[in-house]
């Protein structure tokens, strides 16, 4: 463990926590409107509630599930379709490979939030809807990467020795490809991870999210706006969150690749 | 030289044409048409049919697609679904805002990230430079313009809070007033992506062997780097300098909507909520233009910087 790593993990810890809680038992129900409006933060509710009533600490801490759900599967989704297409682009021959490249730049001159709000028009907005276009935005550039990291195992003398001592090609993808590719992969999964949740939070934010009663901090964000002058940390407590999951992603993923190549001593 | 210029132009027509297919395609594609939002929920079938004839889009898809790329050609985007107003003319009414916004804040983000990154590369590492990088990658753009609004605009009340004057730069102070927090916004997140670039290509530049001759001849550290450095590490930035216009303009998008702004952003994000396929192709196809052109001038400019690319790679662009 580098210190990048443990403070990368650090600060996902209390979110992964959080959002763990949050499955079992939060302090109030997500709809108890119960609180008063715009109470202060206290004993009865930590952080305050928001101008519905709700307790702010049971919203933050629903939301920090949704992050990470998004995240996950929105970095899932982005892998395996990423991937399978890089090591497509790979594996194929030249005029196929040239199409493929091509159709990546394209894609890639989109800004992925751009390509993810056309997703979002396509489906009805939900938490899934936002998942996929947000998992289908990152692809191309995780394709684009396989497939150049592809290109460089294949031309390596070691996968021409497998090939003239008779591996079957699926073979040299499982046992010398993947694992080749992996480290580099990993790390960009990891920082895609942060710009998921990212992007997951600007589509709420932009209203263009998953609906109520779904609970997001970019949504939580967008309502705070309203009450920024009598409830500040209605504003602060979902931004400061998100920043830490994010910034956590980040250092996690720069300290696997600290860890996975220890000629990297110079943080670049 | 030429050749390459050929190339390149002719890869930049082609991008542009397969993205302008790929949005239509994509955009028809959509459940939902303009049709049924245009017209109440008990609309019966005929009215329905009535609409779609009226808008065009009961025509087979590749024969809308030629009709739009004639009009795109002379530079007809045709008409919102909703206002019936030309998309042009409300695309360029919006211009205005967008266009001085995102290219304020890139230049402002440039102006932050090449000291910033350049001086802690001399010096060697900063906590505080990573820390304040590490932040700047990790908020969401929208969350710092609500925190600088809050604190400059409505507690300090140095800074309007929003909106934009109705008669434009009539009052040009007035509407650099309204810009500047949303420039200051998306510059420090933009500056703080820049600023590693910038590091990371002066400390491959400090390991170089000619800047330590060019020191070993006697010249003084802010010379070596002024004649021979600067060049060098700017090679590797200029590309990333394309892609980071595109982010920007994006960052402008959704920051115009914390501030109220009448920009493409609100534009476009309505847009969205309501079907107008035209308002959306005609900002996409703008703002994908803007990007390839963007790509298109950072490779210029890099092989202008770098001879070495000049020479070097025959096929490969």
């Known amino acids: ?268 | 030289m030429l050749a390459y210029l050929a190339r390149r132009t002719l890869l930049l027509a082609a991008s542009l044409l397969v993205a302008s297919a790929v949005l239509f395609v994509l955009l028809r594609l959509l459940p939902g048409d303009a049709a049924t939002t245009l017209l109440s929920l008990d609309a019966d079938a005929g009215q329905v049919a009535a609409v779609r004839r009226e808008l065009g889009v009961d025509r087979p898809i590749p024969g809308q697609f030629a009709i739009w790329l004639d009009h795109l050609a002379r530079l007809d985007f045709g008409r919102s679904f909703v206002s019936r107003a030309p998309v042009g003319e409300e695309i360029a009414a919006r211009l205005d805002v967008t266009i001085p916004l995102t290219l304020m804040a890139f230049a402002l983000a440039v102006v932050i990230a090449i000291p910033a990154g350049v001086r802690t590369a001399a010096r060697g590492r900063s906590w505080v430079l990573a820390a304040l990088t590490q932040l700047g990658l990790a908020v969401p753009v929208f969350w710092v313009g609500m925190l600088l609004m809050n604190v400059f605009a409505l507690r300090l009340r140095w800074l309007p809070a929003g909106g934009f004057p109705p008669d434009g730069w009539a009052d040009p102070m007035a509407a650099l007033a309204c810009l500047a927090l949303p420039v200051l916004t998306v510059a420090l997140v933009m500056s703080a992506v820049l600023v590693r670039y910038v590091h990371s290509a002066t400390l491959d530049v400090l390991d170089s062997g000619y800047l330590r001759t060019a020191r070993a001849l006697g010249a003084s550290f802010p010379a070596a780097m002024w004649r021979h450095g600067l060049r060098n590490a700017a090679a590797p930035v200029v590309p990333i300098l394309g892609i980071e216009l595109a982010t920007t303009f994006v960052g402008a998008v959704v920051v115009e909507d914390v501030f109220a702004l009448p920009g493409l952003g609100g534009l476009l994000v309505r847009a969205f909520e309501r079907h107008d396929y035209p308002v959306i192709q005609g900002v996409l196809a703008l703002s994908t233009f803007a990007v390839l052109a963007a790509g298109f001038l950072a490779d210029l400019l890099q092989r202008l910087l770098d001879p070495r690319l000049r020479r070097s790679i025959a096929g490969s662009p």
């Open chain 1, 1 to 268: 463990m580098n210190r990048t790593l443990v403070i990368g993990c650090a600060l996902l810890a209390p979110i992964v926590a959080l959002a763990a809680v949050s499955l079992a038992w939060t302090p109030y129900g997500p709809a108890d409107t119960t609180g008063g409006r715009l109470t202060p933060p206290g004993a009865a509710h930590l952080l305050g509630t928001d101008r519905l009533g709700r307790d702010l600490l049971t919203l933050v801490m629903i939301g920090a599930r949704t992050a990470l759900t998004t995240g996950v599967l929105a970095v899932a989704i982005s892998a395996l379709i990423g991937v399978a297409g890089g090591l497509a682009a790979g594996f194929a021959g030249r005029l196929a490979d040239d199409v493929l490249a091509a159709a990546l730049d394209i894609l890639i001159a989109f800004p992925a939030l751009i390509l993810a709000l056309l997703v979002v028009a396509a489906v009805r907005p939900s938490l899934f809807a936002t998942v996929l276009a947000i998992g289908l935005a990152m692809s191309a550039v995780l394709a684009r990467l396989t497939r150049a990291l592809v290109k460089g195992v294949l031309a390596q003398d070691y996968i021409t020795a497998s090939r003239a001592s008779g591996t079957s090609w699926p073979r040299i993808v499982t046992g010398h490809v993947l694992p080749n590719i992996w480290p580099a992969l990993s790390v960009n999964l990891a920082l895609q991870l942060g710009l998921a949740v990212l992007a997951e939070a600007s589509l709420a934010y932009l209203g263009l999210g998953a609906p109520q009663p779904d609970i997001s901090w970019g949504r939580l964000l967008r309502e705070a706006q309203a009450t920024v002058f009598t409830s500040p940390i209605s504003l602060i407590a979902p931004g400061l969150l998100l920043a830490m999951l994010v910034a956590g992603a980040n250092l996690a993923a720069q300290g696997l690749r600290l860890a996975a190549d220890p000629a990297l001593r110079v943080t670049r």
